[in-house]
């Protein structure tokens, strides 16, 4: 099921006065929480993959499917042996708990049971039979304790899913089926994961929590993370079309209008989709309308993941020769990656020569809305051409022809886990088609830039009608001289731990720049652990390294003695962020100690 809940509703703890710390309501429920992790020690965290082996205390990890091959996993917590109060457990990511210190008795986990391999064997959306996975060990199992602890996350670091019940596989003692509930799209996730103690081997040693790229998954088949428009099937003997998108479409919940080609709703041939009335001359520009996107500040990773799930016929258009836009009024049927929408009797779908879907037209089954996107030729108004970098926050939108008055925020960027941000400020210059719009700190995050697209008015045609542009959307690639945001998700993976223990000190390596206020938290949640299984906190950090340039590196303190014994690092979730806001996963990289 989807899990989009705040912190502290499933947070581990090491004591009710870390409860109240971190405000998790009263001081009833508090105690009732502390009191059910103390007797349900099984549910500790996730753990998300390491893109990939490298750095100095980082050996290649036991190979795995997919494209890192990356075994990682957090052993679970014991209490700190570092002087300092227990750690404030680290929050969560989109529901999964952060590692806390498990309370005083709770078993170590052993090193050297680590997940391996995962196994889809069950990803047909089209019946009600819950979704399978295999997760398969190192090492016979006999026992599954933790049920609900296992996990699918998603390219875009806010999605995921948990299972709702696990077994051990009757085919192959290592491994247990994890059951998730019908219509998980098992395959539009990246990684599957693991919490602390779900399983228990012959020697009766628990799991630590661990991850894997799930095989030939399909978490990012597009430009982005969110749903795109790839294909139109126009059925013009019928006034409706059919609207294919690179994933499938969350098809529950009523829609946003009455379905069906007898409805009688939705905007007439000649309107500008943004806001009627029709392709009017912008010698001003106009005030932002209600369905243009968002504000003119960056957005900050929340990337549409909290979309309902419907389709909106009324962001479903076309586009005639002359630039006019033809609104659907309803949907009359969706399936898997295809949507179709009807549009009123003579609406011109005959004249069709370019379409649309703007934001928020749909959701993919974990909740990420559309990018705004198009499909198809060009007409006799704006239609966006091109977008390139030209400067470190800095794009050039080109047209098709000479434009005039534009508007900032009707021009958008959008990161690779689907996240649209706007322009602040927007000039044409002296070829006369090309417009060249500002994005706020674009140089920190323009490594991750894989699509630009042009809302409804964002420009108009340099003549005496001055009609408005089309809705368009490109590819863009971008300079990433570091090889940055390379890992299985959208937020911050770590790479490697550089372990300096002359220096007391290790750098955590991640894929993705690091917002320069550095951890979040009064404590870091960066641990190590000792060959022996302890669990050490981290004494302080130093600093976000790169001087005044945004890096990707954090120094962590520890003892010397406990960096020399160190046979893995680890980060809880939630710990950093890159620069748009999106929160690392939990991560941990193992040593030649381990």
């Known amino acids: ?43 500790q965290g996730t753990a998300t993959p390491s893109p990939g082996p490298g750095g100095t205390d980082t050996p290649a990890p036991s190979p795995g499917p997919g494209p890192t091959g990356s075994d990682t996993g957090t052993p679970n917590p014991a209490p700190p042996t570092s002087a300092g109060p227990a750690p404030n457990p680290g929050g969560t990511t989109n529901g999964q708990e952060a590692p806390g210190t498990p309370p005083a008795g709770t078993a170590q986990n052993s090193l050297t049971l680590r997940l391996t391999s995962i196994r889809p064997h069950d990803t047909n959306l089209d019946d009600t039979e819950l979704k399978s996975v295999d997760y398969c060990f190192n090492s016979p199992l006999v026992d599954v304790p933790g049920p609900t602890s296992f996990y699918l996350q998603g390219y875009n670091s806010h999605a995921d899913a948990q299972s709702s019940q696990a077994k051990l596989s009757e085919t192959d003692s290592s491994c247990v089926t994890a059951r998730f509930q019908a219509g998980t799209p098992v395959l539009a996730y990246s990684v599957a994961t693991v919490g602390n103690q779900a399983v228990r081997n012959v020697q009766e040693k628990s799991n630590m929590q661990g991850s894997l790229v799930i095989p030939n998954n399909t978490s990012r088949t597009g430009r982005t993370s969110a749903p795109e428009l790839i294909s139109i099937t126009p059925d013009k003997t019928l006034d409706k079309a059919t609207y294919t998108f690179d994933k499938p479409v969350d098809s529950k919940g009523a829609d946003a209008m009455g379905g069906g080609a007898g409805a009688n709703s939705g905007t007439q041939s000649g309107a500008n989709p943004a806001s009627p009335p029709s392709n009017a001359p912008n010698a001003n520009p106009p005030a932002p309308q209600g369905n243009q996107l968002g504000s003119t500040t960056p957005s900050t990773g929340t990337s549409g993941i ?289």
């Not at 705040?6 to 009710?16: F, W």
């Not at 009263?26 to 349900?40: K, P, T, V």
């Not at 042009?454 to 408005?468: E, H, I, M, R, S």
């Open 306 to 594: 909290t979309a309902p799930s419907q389709v909106d016929p009324s962001k479903f258009g076309f586009y005639t020769v002359n630039g006019d836009a033809v609104m659907a009024n309803g949907v009359v049927s969706k399936q898997g990656n295809a949507v179709q929408v009807s549009f009123a009797s003579g609406s011109k779908i005959d004249e069709a020569v370019r379409w649309f879907v703007q934001e928020g037209g749909v959701s993919d089954l974990q909740g990420q809305q559309n990018v705004l996107t198009s499909q198809g030729g060009t007409t006799s108004v704006p239609d966006l051409t091109g977008v390139t970098p030209a400067g470190p926050a800095v794009f050039d939108f080109t047209f098709d022809k000479s434009v005039k008055n534009p508007v900032a925020q009707d021009f958008v960027i959008y990161t690779d886990g689907g996240t649209p941000i706007h322009a602040t400020a927007a000039n044409t210059t002296d070829q006369g088609a090309t417009v060249r719009a500002d994005f706020q700190r674009a140089e920190d995050y323009s490594y991750k830039i894989r699509g630009a697209a042009v809302a409804p008015q964002a420009v108009a045609l340099n003549d005496v009608q001055g009609k408005t542009n089309t809705v368009g959307f490109v590819p863009v690639d971008t300079p990433n001289t570091g090889a940055l945001g390379t890992g299985p998700t959208s937020g911050p993976d770590l790479l490697n731990v550089n372990n300096d223990a002359a220096a007391g000190q290790a750098t955590f390596a991640f894929d993705e720049k690091l917002a320069p206020q550095g951890p979040t938290g009064s404590q870091p949640a960066f641990y190590l652990v000792t060959s022996d299984g302890t669990l050490v906190q981290a004494r302080s950090y130093v600093s976000v390294t790169g001087g005044t340039e945004t890096s990707n590196q954090i120094v962590v303190l520890f003892n010397q003695a406990d960096l020399r014994s160190a046979a893995a690092f680890t980060v809880n979730a939630n710990t950093v962020t890159d620069t748009l806001g999106d929160p690392n996963p939990i991560a941990t990289i193992y040593t030649s100690n381990s």
């Open 1 to 43: 099921m989807k899990r989009y809940k705040r912190a502290c509703e499933r947070i581990g703890v090491a004591s009710a006065a870390a409860l109240i710390m971190v405000g998790c309501g009263s001081a009833a429920a508090n105690a009732a929480a502390f009191h059910d992790q103390i007797e349900n020690p099984h549910t």
